[in-house]
């Protein structure tokens, strides 16, 4: 043999590892190896590894004079109370929820006395606004041409509407205007069956600056 070998065991393999897994007796160690020279040798001399006996460390506690001091003197103590120190500056209730801030907001809150029938805004005290209100509203749905009047289809319900009163008041509170709202009951139709796809024809801004553009060069007229 090589000056330079060692003798080992046989003891097998490695996963994920090219190379003999070997004992050295010597050095009492496991070794990997690919230069391998094998002796089948019959009698194997078996090394028993004997545990070591635990080490036993003997010591003493000691208890320190101190602590005894310590404790003597704590129980001749007597135990002191402390005072609770109480602040004496007065309180005062933030500027944003003083009494008249707070309760002229809550007043406009309750005082929403809004009719909601056509018969409380006609017997109401400002009855004759609320007329005068309604009436401008049936002019203007008139004039902009709202609806057109058509024969009611077969096996089909007209749908209900209703006024709608608000009163539009300015920054101060006071009621400056009185409006009156006629709106249709469109929580009633069904989809697909009373109406099918809904679309509303929206003019951009770039057609109609393309328009403006357009109307000079060919000498058109705008309306």
Not at 44 to 59: L, M, N, T, Y
Not at 155 to 163: H, V
Not at 178 to 204: E, H, N
Request: aromatic content about 8%; some cysteine; overall charge negative.
């Amino acid at each position: 043999m090589d000056s330079k070998s060692e003798k080992c065991i046989f003891i097998g393999y490695k996963d994920g590892l090219k190379g003999y897994k070997l004992w050295n007796p010597v050095t009492r160690k496991v070794v990997y190896s690919r230069d391998v020279v094998f002796r089948e040798v019959k009698d194997v001399i078996k090394h028993e590894v004997q545990p070591k006996e635990p080490v036993k460390i003997e010591f003493e506690l000691k208890e320190e004079e101190s602590d005894s001091v310590a404790e003597e003197e704590s129980e001749d103590e007597e135990p002191q109370t402390l005072a609770v120190r109480r602040s004496v500056r007065e309180r005062r209730q933030p500027e944003r929820y003083s009494p008249s801030a707070f309760c002229s907001n809550f007043a406009l809150s309750i005082t929403d006395d809004d009719p909601r029938t056509v018969k409380e805004a006609v017997d109401s005290e400002d009855g004759k606004l609320w007329k005068e209100a309604m009436i401008d509203e049936m002019a203007s749905l008139h004039k902009n041409e709202a609806w057109d009047l058509v024969e009611l289809p077969a096996r089909r319900k007209p749908i209900g509407s209703k006024w709608v009163f608000k009163k539009k008041t300015n920054a101060e509170g006071k009621v400056e205007k009185y409006k009156a709202g006629l709106v249709a009951k469109g929580y009633s139709q069904v989809p697909r069956i009373d109406f099918g796809d809904i679309c509303s024809p929206v003019a951009k801004v770039t057609s109609i600056r393309l328009l403006l553009s357009v109307a000079p060069a060919f000498d058109f007229e705008v309306e």
